[in-house]
């Protein structure tokens, strides 16, 4: 039986306030790092923020924002090799990004069009799960599969604080502990489930406390550092690779945009916390460290930014480019025998 310590309480942190709070390191991280952290990050910024625009636009549907939580994803899978495995929810839609994968593609899949879907094999990413927690079993069931098969792949589910009340959390989470499955659990924690504040969610203390119960460890990092969440991540990572098993990252952050563009907020939420969150915003708060360091220029930060417009351009432009998708594809696989009224209409 392996000892699990308690969950840790305070929040790893690495990137320093500029004042009082001095920045701290990462072993192994050069110039080239921080950069290609950098850019990952301003890619997922503005690929959120362009897609605000586009849904106000008429030009994709409902979309889920994960403004400030790009830290959280990059500095995470920045802890991964190619050939690891990705389980996102609907709040990490566009991290395949960071695997090349093209911005037209996610733009579809909140479009509704069937480009949007890819093979996971392509990206070793698997589709977005919208319902809660259902894909925490898959990605344990997965990361066992490849121990079984003796290959070295880890894999990383990520999922929010709500998502820990669902029975499917429990049962993948207990699942890869038994198994000691390769398995990285990441929780956004940004403390609302839409509506539900995280003290309505859970009595426990902290989410990572979770982790105990099922006999593995968890780690807390503050969610706005994406250099602490990429220490973190690697330790699990490294854990998984080393044969011991999964363990939870609970990624402390707030959310400071709707839930989603369906989503009013001011109905429920403390607009000065938001206010205060937003100035604390990770990818400034990364640009921080690096001009602190001398390492982000002007013209660095600029060309980043212009790069990931350009991507962002060109990919809405191919979405919409996509002819419209034909309505018999939401039946072909519904039916072996399609009953009288789809086959003499539609199907007809
Ligand atoms: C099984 C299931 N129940 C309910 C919903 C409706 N729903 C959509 S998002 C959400 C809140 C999830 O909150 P959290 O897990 O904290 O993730 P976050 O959206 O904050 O990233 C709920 C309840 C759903 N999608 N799936
Ligand atoms: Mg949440």
């Known amino acids: 039986m392996a000892q699990v310590l ?29 950069l290609q952290l950098h850019r990952q990050l301003v890619l997922l910024r503005t690929y959120d923020e362009r897609s605000l ?23 995470s899978h920045y802890a991964l090799a190619a050939e690891d495995w990705i389980f996102p929810s609907y709040r990490e839609s566009a991290i395949g ?44 069931g997965l990361a066992w599969g490849k121990k ?20 499917a959390f429990h049962e993948g989470a207990n699942f890869a502990a038994v198994m000691r499955a390769p398995l990285v659990l990441f929780c956004n924690n940004n403390q609302w489930a839409i509506s539900t504040p995280l003290e309505a969610q859970t009595a426990a203390e902290t989410l990572a406390d979770k982790a105990v119960g099922y006999g593995m460890p968890g780690l807390r990092v503050d969610g706005g550092d994406v250099l ?4 973190a991540t690697r330790e699990a990572v490294a854990r998984a690779r080393g044969g011991d098993g999964p363990t939870f990252v609970e990624a402390v952050t707030y959310r400071v ?11 429920y939420i403390d607009l000065r916390r938001v ?23 002007e013209q660095i930060a600029e060309e980043a930014k212009a790069e990931a417009a350009e991507a962002m351009r060109r990919g809405i432009a191919a979405a919409e480019a996509e002819p419209p998708p034909d309505p018999e594809l939401l039946f072909e696989r519904a039916y072996v025998d399609p009953p009288p009224n789809l086959r003499e209409g539609w199907l007809g």
């Open 6 to 34: 308690p969950a840790e309480r305070g929040l790893r942190r690495v990137i320093g306030d500029g004042e009082t709070v001095p920045d701290g390191e990462v072993e192994g991280l050069d110039e080239d790092d921080f």
């Open 53 to 75: 625009v586009y849904h106000r636009q008429g030009r994709i549907g409902t979309y889920a924002i994960f403004f400030n939580h790009e830290a959280m994803q990059v500095g």
């Open 97 to 140: 990004l960071l695997r090349g994968m093209p911005p037209a593609t996610p733009l579809s899949w909140w479009r509704g069009h069937p480009a949007g879907w890819w093979n996971p094999l392509d990206y070793n990413l698997a589709s977005i799960c919208v319902p809660i927690a259902t894909h925490v079993p898959h990605a344990a």
């Open 148 to 167: 079984l098969r003796g290959e070295p792949a880890c894999t990383i589910v990520y999922f929010g604080d709500g998502a820990t009340s669902e029975g």
């Open 228 to 231: 602490a969440v990429f220490e």
């Open 257 to 267: 945009a709707p839930h989603a563009t369906a989503d009013d907020p001011s109905a």
């Open 275 to 297: 206010e205060e969150e937003r100035r604390n915003e990770c990818v400034g708060r990364f640009e921080g460290y690096l001009r602190r360091l001398g390492v982000l220029t």
